[in-house]
């Protein structure tokens, strides 16, 4: 598999929190086709990147389901 493939989820994840975007597992698998969001947020956090969640819930089927939401805090107001 090409090196250049696989880092272009991690690419798009960090432009799109870049951008203001808040991002969600589900979110994340419909834009960019990857189920490795989480994995993708902790690489970029150990590249310095300031990457904020917050745990969030939704109430689907009479359950309630907790999910996490990434974004980042932009200087851009």
């Known amino acids: 598999m090409n090196d250049k493939n696989n880092k272009l989820p991690l690419y798009q994840v960090l432009f799109a929190l870049m951008a203001g975007e808040k991002l969600t597992v589900q979110k994340a698998f419909r834009l ?10 902790s ?8 990457i904020k969640d917050r745990i969030l819930s939704a109430e689907t089927d009479g359950r309630t ?3 996490k939401e990434y974004y980042m805090v932009t200087a851009n107001k």
């Open 32 to 41: 960019f086709h990857t189920t490795e969001l989480r994995q993708i947020v």
């Open 65 to 67: 389901s907790r999910f």
């Open 43 to 50: 690489r970029l956090r150990r590249r310095g990147y300031d």
